[in-house]
């Protein structure tokens, strides 16, 4: 596979250069009522087409899959085309005797079952062979690392090896993948379940692989957030990064300061509901992902973006007076006193309360965009918030303005900037931080893909497929050596963004791209393959009910059978999830 240089793509003229800063001004521009309501209406498009094109992928054929058509690309794939699988009505799983592996073998089994209707049970052996079925042996082997995995397919059968139940895990993600597309049925279908022959190994090339999800701006119920899970688990990510608290809204139960989540809870951009996890609700979402082998990472923005925190608790603000609640989309305005002992009780409490729910090594403590805190008082303030996160025995992460900050071990900033310049990020890699890379330029996935696109903003430029693809976590940053990037994460912010539809079209199809990112070899990296293996993936989302954008970069298969052509306009028809009246770019 040839790489594909980032240069002189089309996309790359429309799209607006920024400090991530100054040019946030384009995000505050008022969109008019008419656009607003027009903008709602492609939406509802949208999702309508995605459900014709979901009816059509119930009758079309299975589709061959072949063995490289996986994403994120593996490490090294050799097909053996006379050594195809059929997996038989009377198909066994067989599993190492370990908890976490049987947890796996479950987790299969239950993927397998519906489309399939096979029973396809599970049983667990010391040294499980194929035999006719599927066998995940975790051998203890350390070559492929905390998260690798062998997958080898024969006409006997399939075994996935792997030194640890995450390595099993992923390679069950990419045997999915495999299986015809008609596999993401919610009831059985009659189909030859033809597995390609060869092997497949595998290693992700980054440990940190993420998601962040704002449920802050707006709010999204748990089972919401176990959906976008599910998402992150297809494509090997393993981080799931909750943005909880932000000006409009605080979004976890603290016992110790009730009213955090039950008066600054209360509200969303534009006025929408409210809403906040209780501890229980936290915990299922932590265990869900932890199921997954995805680790949750809790983020508190401090000291600014925290109006919610001081509509709830005044004795916080500098000058102890209630602001308003805040259903706006402006930032920057809102700060926990540094200067207050009791802002420290409160960030010890907060942080204690949300650790001891949280299994996790990392928590984020923000500190993005506290534009009234004079530079040293921020600094001093981060510095002691980093230590009480030591104490917490965590590991600090944070945006990367904490940069200045004096360094403490196994400290972590992600990086958010547009260009791939900042000297005081790169300085403080040379004290010893490593760095998660979020260029906005490239993994905000709250951007627009295009200038119609109906949700999103424009800020850090358009972000198409391609410019979510093309760049190289290890070279982004001047001044930053390959060795202290610890990966990749695309955060989706949701000032625009208002149910769960809305959050799949604006993962769907770029996740997948910060995905391959994050776990693929550079050597693999080329955008001509992975339009196509990513384009290969739509009747995967149809079939699976997964609103995405019909990216026009990617070479979309056609059905087998033709869609039918739509009655009446767009806005009228029904199918998808509709589009709520808030489901344009959120205005306070
Ligand atoms: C910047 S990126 C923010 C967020 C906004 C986002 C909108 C960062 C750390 N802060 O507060 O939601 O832009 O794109």
Redesign the pocket.
Known sequence: MTPTPATGHPAADHIAAGD?TSA?AD?ETAVPADDAVQAAGRTAGELASAAEREAAALLAPPAPVRLGEVVPAPERVEPDAAADYLLAADAVIRVSADPAAVAVAGHLATLLRPATGYPLPVTDTATPVPAGGIALDLTGDAALGAEGYRLDITTDGVRIAAGTAAGLFHGVQTLRQLLPAAVERATPVAARWVLPGGSILDRPRYPHRGVML?VA?HFFGVTDVLRVIDHLARYKLNRLHL?LT?DQGWRIAIDSWPRLATVGGAGAVGDAPGGYYSRADYQRIVAYAADRHITVIPEV?LPG?TNAALVAYPELAPDRVAPPPYAG?E?GFSYVDPANERTYDFVTDVLGEIAALTPGRWLHI????AFKVPAEVYAGFVERVQRIVAELDRDVIG?H?IAPAAHVDRRVL?W?GTTGEDPVTAEAVRRGARLVL?P?NHA?L??KYAPDTPIG?D??GLIDVRRAYDWDPASHLTGVPAEAVLGVEA?L???SVTTLAEIEFMLFPRLPAIAELGWSPRSTHGWVSFRERLAGHGPRWDTAGIAYHRSPELPWPQPATPIPAPRGPAVSRSGGPPARPGATPGRG
């Open positions: 991530g946030r995000a704002d701006r943005h932000d923005d973006h989309t930032v923000g500190g993005d965009e945006w303005q992600q958010w979020s906005g905000y709250d951007m903003h800020w850090a955060p912010w949701t000032e």
